[in-house]
C-alpha cells in the first residue's frame, strides 16, 4: 500500500508540476520576458515545495525529539519563504500580461493549499508504516545481503546492455547508417543501458537506507549527531545506547555512500552520453552542463570517499561498544 501510495504522489506532483509549468507559459505569454522566466522558474517550487515537506514528515517522526521539530520547521518556514517569493514573480508576470484574475490565484492559492496539507499527510503516510523493532535488524548490511544488492546492478546492466545494444541495431537496420547515426545509435543504447543501471543501484540501496534510519531510532535529530561524530569527527555527547547506534550508523552509513557513489557514477555516464551526443548534434548548451557536472563530481566524489573511511575508521575504534543484540535508540 506504502509503495503504491508513493508512486501515486510522484505521478500526482509531476502532474502538477508540468500543470503549473505551462500555466504559467500560455498564461503569461505576454509578460516581460524577465518575469515570465522567473515565474516560470518558481512555479514548480509551489508544489515541489510541499512534497519535500511532506516527505520528510512522512519519513522522519518530528516528535521524537525537540531538535527533529526545529529541523522541520526550518524546512517548513524555508519553503514558506520560497513560496511567497514564487507567488510575488507569478502576480508581478500576470499584472504585467494582463493575465486573467483566476491564473495567478489558482497558481498561488493551490500552492499555499499544497502548504498546508504537506506535513499533515506526510504524517499520516507515516503512521503506515510498520512498527519499528527494539532490536537492530543486522542482516540488512551482512554481506549476503550486499552481495545480492551488487549482483542485481550487474544483472541490470548486463540485460540493458543487450536490449539497448538490440534496440540500437534495430533503429539503424531500419534507418539511416551513415557515421552520425552510428555513433547517435551507439550513444543512445549507452545512455539507456547506464541510467537504467544508476535506477537499480538507487533501487537495491532502499533497504541499506531504511536500516539507517532505524539505528537512530527514525529520529533525523539523533541521526545529524551520529553523522556530526562518525563523519565529522565532532565531540558531541552520547549515552551508552546512542553510542552503539552511532557504531550501527557508521556501519550502514558505508554501504548508503557507496551505493550513492554507484548512483552517482552510472548517471554521470548516462548523461555524459546524452550530452557528447547532443553536442554532436550542434547544441552548444550541453557543454555547459557537461562542464557542471564534472564540476559537480569533483568536488562530491572526494568528500564521499573521505566520508567512507571515516565512517570504517569509526567502526574500528569503537565496534567492541556493540552489544550482540543492539537496541534501537527511543
Given amino acids: 500500500m506504502r509503495v503504491v501510495v508513493s508512486v501515486l504522489m510522484i505521478v500526482v506532483a509531476t502532474a502538477l508540476t508540468l500543470g503549473a509549468a505551462l500555466l504559467v507559459v500560455f498564461g503569461f505569454a505576454d509578460a516581460d520576458r524577465t518575469l515570465r522566466i522567473g515565474s516560470a522558474t518558481a512555479a514548480p517550487f509551489l508544489v515541489m515545495g510541499p512534497v519535500a515537506i511532506g516527505g520528510l514528515a512522512g519519513y522522519w517522526d518530528h516528535r521524537a525529539s525537540p531538535e527533529s521539530r526545529r529541523l522541520l520547521g526550518w524546512w517548513f518556514a524555508g519553503v514558506a519563504a520560497i513560496d511567497v517569493v514564487a507567488a510575488v514573480f507569478i502576480v508581478l508576470a500576470a499584472l504585467s500580461a494582463r493575465a486573467p484574475v483566476w491564473v495567478p490565484t489558482l497558481l498561488v492559492v493551490g500552492g499555499a493549499v499544497l502548504l498546508g496539507v504537506a506535513r ?18 543486522h542482516s540488512v548490511i551482512e554481506p549476503p ?32 547508417r551513415d557515421p552520425g547515426d552510428v555513433a547517435q545509435a551507439v550513444l543512445l543504447a549507452g545512455q539507456l543501458t547506464f541510467t537504467a543501471t544508476a535506477v537499480s543501484a538507487a533501487f537495491v540501496s532502499l533497504p541499506f537506507s531504511g536500516a539507517l534510519r532505524d539505528t537512530g531510532g527514525r529520529d533525523i535529530g539523533r541521526l545529524r549527531r551520529f553523522a556530526e561524530v562518525v563523519l565529522r569527527g565532532k565531540p558531541v555527547p552520547l549515552d551508552d545506547i546512542e553510542r552503539q547506534g552511532s557504531v550501527e550508523y557508521a556501519k ?71 552489544d550482540t543484540q543492539t537496541v534501537v535508540p527511543s
Wanted: no cysteine; hydrophobic share 55%; charged share 15%.
Fill in 145 to 176: 545481503a550486499v552481495r545480492r544488492a551488487v549482483r542485481v546492478v550487474v544483472v541490470t546492466f548486463v540485460v540493458a546492455a543487450v536490449v539497448a545494444s538490440v534496440a540500437a541495431g534495430v533503429l539503424l537496420t531500419l534507418g539511416r
Fill in 252 to 322: 550502514t552509513i558505508q554501504l548508503v555512500l557507496q551505493f550513492q557513489l554507484a548512483f552517482f557514477g552510472l548517471l554521470s555516464t548516462g548523461l555524459t552520453f546524452q550530452f557528447v551526443s547532443s553536442a554532436l548534434r550542434g547544441t552548444v548548451s550541453s557543454l555547459v552542463f557537461f562542464a557542471g557536472l564534472v564540476v559537480a563530481l569533483v568536488v562530491l566524489v572526494p568528500l564521499t570517499v573521505r566520508r567512507i573511511r571515516r565512517a570504517r575508521r569509526y567502526v574500528r575504534q569503537h565496534d567492541h561498544v556493540v
Fill in 120 to 137: 499533515p499527510l506526510g504524517a499520516l503516510f507515516r503512521r503506515t508504516e510498520p512498527p519499528m523493532s527494539s532490536v537492530l535488524d
